[in-house]
């Protein structure tokens, strides 16, 4: 089975810290994506990568960066936390494009 | 820009019965793929069921199925004999076809399973 690893389940920080949330894929899957998800809005996709340092924005990818030096890996950095970051944030990982997309457990952070 | 609706924020069945939920999209591609996602409180988000727009053919999961009426640009799912592990929010995407494209999730019906 695929196993797609999130670092944190909870995680609090304060206004203007930087963050790192960490994703972890075992199935050597090319694509990795970073979702966030709120209430009523649904998951809204902040930003993915096809390959190993390659990265594209998603739709809302203002206020993240992200990293993917290996294959299995694939991070989401918040450069200077906000409180509108308050999200559960979900990573994904898929074969190819058109297959089906793995989720991890979900980060669900904090903000103050 | 393609769109997912769900247009049910929250729907209830009662066990063992059978519950419907919907989905449309917006697309001008002929060429694409439809997903329904379950996410359990508090558990990963898992595929339930998925269909290729160029089969006619509607997909079946066991107690789950679709209809897909590719005119309508409809996509609703179908969960019989409904089981209190039922109980979860569901999504409904879509994905463009070809090599990149990514997944369009509609906001979510939350299903509630009344024993």
């Avoid at chain 1, 990573?91 to 103050?112: I, M």
Wanted: charged content about 25%; proline content about 4%; some cysteine.
């Amino acid at each position: 089975d695929v196993k797609v690893t999130q670092s944190s389940r909870y995680l609090v920080k304060r206004t203007g810290e930087k963050v790192f949330l960490e994703c972890v894929q075992d199935m050597d899957h090319e694509n990795m994506f970073w979702y966030r998800q709120d209430p009523g809005l649904g998951l809204r996709l902040i930003y993915f990568s096809y390959d190993v340092k390659m990265k594209e924005k998603g739709d809302i990818p203002e206020g993240y960066s992200v990293s993917r030096e290996k294959k299995e890996r694939f991070s989401l950095i918040l450069e200077s936390a906000s409180t509108n970051q308050t999200s559960m944030y979900l990573c994904a990982s898929s074969l190819l494009p058109s297959n089906e997309q793995f989720f991890g457990p979900g980060t669900r952070l904090t903000v103050l | 820009a393609q769109t997912v609706t769900q247009s049910q924020p929250e729907m209830s069945v009662q066990e063992a019965e059978t519950v419907t939920l919907s989905c449309t999209y917006d697309t001008s591609e002929s060429d694409y793929y439809l997903f329904w996602y379950k996410q359990p409180p508090s558990r990963q988000m898992i595929l339930v069921i998925r269909q290729e727009a160029y089969k006619q053919q509607n997909a079946t999961e066991n107690r789950f199925s679709v209809n897909f009426q590719k005119a309508a640009k409809s996509f609703s799912l179908k969960i019989s004999d409904s089981q209190l592990g039922d109980a979860a929010m569901y999504f409904c995407a879509y994905r463009n076809g070809g090599s990149q494209g990514n997944l369009i999730f509609g906001k979510g019906t939350k299903l509630s399973v009344k024993p």
